[in-house]
Each structure stands twice: as C-alpha cells, then as structure tokens.
DNA sequence: AACTGTGAAAGTGTTCACAGCC
DNA sequence: GGCTGTGAACACTTTCACAGTT
C-alpha cells in the first residue's frame, strides 16, 4: 500500500471495492448529522451502510485513522474526510446528453448541489426537445457538444441515449476530452483506457433479480 | 462446482460476479441476431460485452458447455441457454412504488417485455398521483400494496420513493412476501437475508467517478 | 488452424481475531 | 471495558496458458 495521508486527500492504494463503498458511508454520516448525532461506532455505521463493521474499519484504515479507541467516530470530521478522499472539494460539472423520459428525471434529480455536482447543460439531438426548458435549463443541440464542454467546463458526461446513438455520443465526449462517463443506455461503451465509464442498466439489474427468484423457486423444489 | 445442468436451468455454482456479467452477454448475443448474425467467438463476444475473452469462457463453464471447438459459439442457442439460465423463461411481474419524475420513467422505459417482465402496477402515496395513468396503468394507492402483490403475482418490486420513506415500504413489500427488490432510494436497506436487494443509486455513481477524476488530477499534479 | 474449455497461478477482496489505545 | 486499526487467514475473481476438439 502506497502513500497515505491524513485528513487530506490520500490517493493511491485505495481499493476499487472500498471507493465503491464510501458514498454510502458519507450517505449514512449525513443522515446521522441531519439527526443531530455527533459520535458514532463502526457497529452503527456499518450497519446503516448495509456493509459489515470489520469492513467499515478496513475500508477507512486505506484512508488514514480517524476514530478514537473505546469511543467510536466524530460524524463529522469522518464526513468531511471522506468527502474529501472523493474529490467531493471541488464543483465537478455534468452535463446530461439524452433528454428523453430518463435524462428529463435525471435533470430534475435533487441533490446534485448538496453532493457537490452541478448540472451545468441539457443536451438531445431531436428538434422537438432543443429549446425546451427542464430542471432550469434550455436544452442545446447535441451537435454543439465540444462548445458545451469547454464552455461549461464539463468534466463527467451522463448518457441517456437511445441504446444505438450512444456509442457515437461517447465518440464525441471522449474527443471533447471528458474523461468521465455515467452510461445509461443499455450498450457497453468502447472508449480509451483512461476513460472511466460506469454503467447503470435497469433491464440487467432485473435479469439479476430475476436469476436469484429462479434460483430460489428451485431450491424450494428441491425438498 | 455443484450441479451442472445442460441447456436447462443449471443454478448453484454460479459464481454472483458471473451472473452479474449473464445479462451483458445476452445484450450483446440479442444485438448479434438482430444484425443477422449467426455465429460469434469468445474474442467477439466479449469485445461486446465489454469483458475479456478468457472471462466470457470462464463465465460460459459455469453453465454448461456450449461452443464449438474451433468454431465458436451459434448466437440463437447461446441466447436461448443464457436467458434460461437467467430464469426469464417464466415471466416476471413488476411492481414500480413512487411514481414521482423517476418512478415515471421507469414506467415508461420501454423493453420490458422484450426481456421477460411485465409491469404490472404502479403505486404512489401521493393523492395527487393516485388515479392518474401512466404507461397504460391507474396508479393505486400504496396503501393497497399487500392486495396488489397478491391480486398480481408480483415477484419483484421497484422502489423509486423519497429516501425517507423507502425503509417503511420495503418492510412491507417483504411482509408481502416479495423476495427481489430493486432500490433506487439512496438508502441502504435493512432486509431479512432471504431477500436480495439491488441497489441503484446516481449520486454514488457520480461520487466515484468524481473519485478518480480527482485522481487523475492529483497523477498529473504529480510530475 | 482455429477456437473452446479449464486447471493452475496470480490478484483482489473480505473476514477474523486480537493487539493497542482511550 | 469498549472500540479502533490491522496483520494474517480465508474466500472469491480474474487471468494465463495450454490441452482438447473440430
């Protein structure tokens, strides 16, 4: 494990599994600030997260040492060092492309601002949606994607294409030179090693649901 | 490895990262046959499905055997086992609670069908929202939800409520006797062990891309 | 010759259990 | 006594490399 730091951004050496993890930890720490709780233990933690305490405890030790011995975690301090280790710091800006039934709601999804993101643009590529307003916004032309990102600063793109344009979208956003992407069309996206994308797939999600009620109908036979 | 079962159902044994990767490939095997194409390899396939070659094979073991020595794989039959052994045999009967700008487009998403589900009811707590229709259904109150699980056959629900109410439907959606919940609330959910919970949370997503943008700035900063 | 299927190796991730500190 | 932080054990996943089959 490589370099550490305290308190501030640390880096390195942080597994993939415990980066996934830590939303939820500052998710569970807000709630426990909104409720006016100022200490809290990796037994109550965990358990608000949905994860084990001995996990919680790894997790946070790839992030340097932030509870007492026999007392627990100031909520937070904890919360401001996680939202640190996130990059939560600085503003990052979003732009959305695809503002059909999903993009629409993803516009209109509050909390962006309290977690440290702002929608910055709405873009779509049918004439029947560029120039309405939603979320605050007039919809651009997605032809206008490389001006929009470098205008607005762009830094992570949302995709909620239709499945067949969004590869060709990515093109675009991945020459504009946004390294981030949150892909919502049911599509794997081809891009350079140094793009990260993330997918987010409703019908795969179900599928999965849909395997384990299978598994469990036959398990069920099975006696 | 447990059982293995060819062709039909196979079940334990699959590893939970293999069948997380199932509905990739079956995305990309549908995509193959509508383009019109009748035979695939594993370096294809896997091109497509954003994997490598050696998992996609390794992946495919756990099922069964299914390919061709020296040939590859025929796209139809490889769907066809890979759907089975995902249970979307039998149809699978949705319930969608919160029908606010998300629940709304979750509704509407379309290519449910296509997959082996069928929405079945949409429910809200909200007066206002109740008895409006959506995606060619009454919403109903979510006081009925016990009725409407039974009187549907519902087997898995969506839950796209305000956070703070999630946990209160979810425990009566396990009263109810569902077993597979989908959660878009950014909450974590305490549940029985006997129900699985997925979770789909867009602020998490952002937290982690926003994570290695940040790293990627710090690796810059760094030379 | 081409491509699958799979043991074995390497790599990651999780859990345990306890030493260390308050 | 209570709770954190962590090495060490364990479990799971991925990748490699090649034997087996057409």
Redesign the pocket.
């Known amino acids: 494990m490589a370099e550490q730091v305290i308190g501030e951004v640390s880096v390195p050496g942080i597994?993939?599994?415990?980066v996934a993890?830590l939303p939820f930890y500052l998710r569970a720490l807000r709630d426990l600030v909104a409720r006016g709780v100022t200490t809290?233990?990796?037994?109550e933690?965990a358990e608000l997260s949905g994860?084990?305490?001995?996990?919680l405890?790894?997790?946070?030790?790839f992030l340097g040492?932030?509870?007492?011995?026999?007392?627990?975690?100031d909520v937070d301090a904890l919360a401001g060092y996680i939202a640190g280790a996130l990059g939560l710091e600085d503003e990052h800006r979003i732009a959305i492309v695809g503002i059909g039934n999903l993009g629409h709601a993803l516009a209109n999804y509050s909390g962006y601002e309290q977690r440290g993101f702002h929608v910055a643009a709405l873009l779509d590529a049918s004439p029947e949606v560029v120039g309405t307003r939603a979320a605050g916004l007039v919809v651009e032309h997605v032809d206008a994607l490389e001006d929009v990102v470098a205008r607005e600063g762009v830094s992570i793109v949302v995709l909620a294409t239709p499945a067949a344009h969004a590869q060709a979208v990515a093109d675009r956003v991945v020459a504009a030179g946004v390294k981030e992407i949150l892909n919502f069309a049911p599509r794997a996206l081809q891009v350079p090693a140094d793009v990260d994308v993330r997918g987010v797939d409703v019908g795969s999600e179900l599928q999965i649901l849909a395997f384990h009620s299978q598994a469990r109908s036959l398990a069920a036979a099975n006696d």
Request: proline share 7%; no cysteine.
């Open positions: 597994p993939s599994a415990t993890r809290t233990s990796s037994v933690l994860v084990g305490p001995a996990q405890r790894k997790d946070l030790s040492s932030f509870g007492t011995r026999g007392v627990g975690y």
